[in-house]
């Protein structure tokens, strides 16, 4: 008889410790069910209205969410206009023309319009005070800071364009490095640091001209026209470099990293292929780029599975976020980034495989999901 109650406790007890196994199994189950979830719903996806019969076009995003474009004009020509959530598409009755568009948190835009004579102009546009012509004829502004400051580039004649600042009352500066054939200056910090680049090859440089103990410029390390390049408020610049990786030998591998003039080299993320480029750095050293993928049945049917360009976020926390999985992208359509703000906001164009833009989105983080 006792044997039979210790067989039968023993019994009891192997079913409680199955059960407690399965529990705790489906809690673990749970549990990363959960975890996947949060990662997968980071952002919540806008879709921009339409203006004029075509997609407005985003180029520049302030950290309010205004953001500058072009649309379509009943005239069949494009214009520069603003989107907001209060008051939609507002175009600015400013020409558009081919280059890109830069607003700051006063919702001031610099950018290249056409001028009363027909040639290519740079502008600064004031919500206050409106349009402002800058530089000659043939002169760009590329981008603009929270100071009001402009920068870009404007023909010396005779001679090729120069990196130009403009500033208020204190007008126009040349930048141009001494014995450099050319210069333009792309992107500019609220400290007045300006990255840009000099000579026939396009190398990079950097001008602080705010303070008094740097040189007039510094070149940078890397190939300068090899990518795209960013600069932020904490004085970093976004770019490329290959490294061999750490304790390895063989080929070198390209990394996206910052660089900064005061300190060491802060090498970020491999880049997978050849294909794959940098894109966008804000402040808080989040950075959008692009990587070119090729399904798994590309290799027997090329032709109906064509090398597809895919979107990330890489946050110095979480890491590499896919983009495009928010989107409900058809299988031929691609995810063209236009900006990251320092909000971590990401606003872009879907397109088709022709080219053709579908829609306008734009990327908020959901703010629950991203506590640090």
Known sequence: MGQVMDNASEARRSRLRLRVVAFAGLMAAIAV??????????YSVLTLPSYGGEPFSPCAMNDH????????????????????????????RIVACDGSYGINNCGQVAGITVDPNGGTRAFLWDPQTGLTLLGQRGSRACAINNRGQVVGDSGMEPGPPHAVLW??????RDLNPPDA?????????DSGQILGRFGVDGGLCLWDPANPNFTDWMSLPGEGGACNHELNNGGYVLGEEFRLADGKSGWPQRYAMLWHKDRDPVWLFPLADL????????????VVYCESHRPALARWFPR?????????????????????????????DRFGTSDLNNGGCIVGVVSSDGGVKKRTVL??????RWRR
């Open 33 to 42: 069910v959960y975890l996947a979830c949060e990662q997968c719903h980071l």
């Open 65 to 92: 969410g205004q953001i500058v474009g072009v649309v379509a004009t009943a005239g069949g020509g494009h214009s520069v206009a603003l989107w907001d959530r209060q008051q939609g598409i507002r175009e600015l």
């Open 167 to 172: 500033e208020g009352a204190h007008g126009m």
């Open 181 to 189: 054939q050319a210069s333009m200056a792309e992107c500019l910090n």
């Open 275 to 286: 294909n794959a480029h940098v894109a966008f750095l804000n402040d808080a050293n989040q």
């Open 304 to 332: 109906w599975f064509p090398p597809r360009e895919s979107s990330f976020l890489w946050d110095p926390t979480r890491g590499r976020i896919p983009l495009d999985g928010y989107l409900r992208l058809g299988r031929t």
């Open 363 to 368: 990327l908020e983080p959901i703010e629950k």
